[in-house]
DNA sequence: CCTATTTTGTTTTCACCTATTACAAATCAT
DNA sequence: ATGATTTGTAATAGGTGAAAACAAAATAGG
């Protein structure tokens, strides 16, 4: 079934002009995504001949988008050396923000995905109020841009709330106490920047992350999943993510995984995330929720790097139940990778032979092996995915 | 989060040749979807001017693929009347094949998506042994196509198991005892056939099937979910139906859902197909598999519209089994419409209140309203899903 | 060190596609 | 009938990348 859809998508070209446009995309998005690249190269993969693309990297340079410099280290072979053409950064960057209950992380991402030095992280414990939060992000972003000679091409940022599509609205946010805040509008008017603001959930935007530079890389179709005191995930296809209708697909945090298992705060049961999320793992752990969930967790991770029995037992006590989410997620979605993250690394880490062994068992498609990941971003994960859609952003918005 | 792919899919053109390459497939993929459309409309949808249509308009009906004609009743409105281009079908069509375990339905689909008259079913039962039955198929093929003067543009086969994409291997159908059968290329072979051969999942194409011409008309993010003996499903994202890393995405039968169920053909324990499917609803009804399972459901569906009490109990008491795995997919796919077809069919119909009230109580996201809606095409999903994967097939190739 | 070879960049010419513009045709409103 | 309106047609123009020829810069080999 090599079907594509019938009413090609709309991005595209229909005019010359609009052709010119794509090929300009397509350029800077291998550059940004493959870093510097011979425009012989370059050429090979797009299927456009020399000539073009010469034309073409002269007005990516031209707009200051990207670099043309003859080979920093001699290459092998025996021709004229070629020009390497590289996405610009410093000059050429997104803003990312990482918003989460005790902490904001900002950072500058350049074309190409290096995290520039000015990026910084800064702990603000946000205001209940929503209305403050947003002059609180909006100072942070205007000391960010005033700082630099160029304004950013987009600004990206990662909440962790259920956030719509196309319009920015973080719909309901239950960790920071917000409700139908229209984020992207609200930072846009606070912070006076006329480019594409992209605002999205923090676990989607991780799995973006992941996809484009972490441990998904070269894989397609994937799908990532990270447990904390909730369940977030995120699902690539085709090497885009997937939104759903109004954006919320991948909330698989309540994905019912044993209908007689504990009560959820969502008014379910046995809901995926009262099964592996931070409190199953305690409770499993015998630590019934001493003041600091986070300590305890890592001194329970630590325990389990040192090799201690009872800290291992625990997480493969979790396997199983996370077995149960993986298979589905996998029946469902045939990925070729699934990337753990959150809690669910150290499961995989620490006890990784159960947790394979209790997919092979759930698993109805023992033919088609799946890889099995551990995150590579870590905690940066939500920001460096809010830089990579607003990047995304900018080229689908460009010229 | 309005992020597109960085690098643009590759369909699309490079140089002024795809460009008219694209343009024609939008056009022709128009008129397949929406049929006749006037020229001027044409323009509107594509962006293209009244002299770029009429050039593509005569390529296409040179190609025999359109016609042109003066509006068949009078237009309102004051100016000259349009030129209305349809979508020729006597001639221009596919083959659609589904394959079942006691029948082979094959039917001419033109462009356009109608069913022509000379389709027909025939009801075959198929030999034990896979070579012998592609040398059945391959005779109902030449059957039709040596009756008609044009050979088709494209062939399609849906058939009951898992199928690799890409190059039309059926991996498994336990029901029709296939293993790793190369039935595109066997077909191929055995009709000589040159143009392009697309094989697929019944229930994948069922859901494209109605995303087209059925119940998921103008709905871009759909879930269709299929109960019978086994339970297959399809997702269509973004108009487009998701096929995984190897094409087995939508494996939703196996999805556990009652870790304490029964045990599964599969090996597991809980799969949704053993709280759902044929058998479970025999069970709740006390019919303990007597010698004929589809008589015993048709005897059981007609009870239930009826109005008999028993029956009608017995498919209440199945939607909230069905919901759990329902509630499941939405969260993970936020669809705009959920379709049910199959066993489902009749659960929503004669239990759509109980179904409704256990989704509602499941969902965590109550915010958004998702529609249950009842499959329309029935027993020729498959097939029609099968021609129209046919057609983006062979709109995909074009020139 | 010089030359042949190879690879890459540049320039020119050309073919293709769609936009633009002007004009013709067909219908309705008055 | 006449003008307004909408649609189709034809001719020209602008923009895009391809193709081909040429120039430049390196290596390999004598």
Redesign the pocket.
Known sequence: MSEDNVTTSTTQG????S??RH?LRTLLGHLHLHGAT???RLGEIT??????I???VAELTERGLATEA?PSQ?QP???????IVSPRDESAYVLALAVDVDTVRIGRVGLGGTLLRESATQYVPLPERPEEAVTVLSRMIRRETEAAEVSPLAMGVAVPGLVRAGDGVVTRAPNLGWRELALAERLREGTGFAGPVVVGNEARLAALAEHRRGAGRECADLVYVSAGVGVGGGVITRDRLLTGNTGYAGEIGHMVTNPAGHACHCGGRGCWETEIGTDALLRRAGMVTPGDRNAALAELVSRAHGSESEALETFRGMSHAAAVGLANLINIFDPCRVILGGLLRPTLLYAGDELRGALEELRGLPELPVELCPAELGEQGPMLGAAEAAVSSFLAGME
Chains 1, 2 share one sequence.
């Open positions: 229909r005019d010359p002009a052709l010119r090929n011979s425009r012989v299927g456009l001949t020399r000539s073009a010469a034309d073409l003859g001699p072979g025996r021709g004229r050396p070629p020009l």
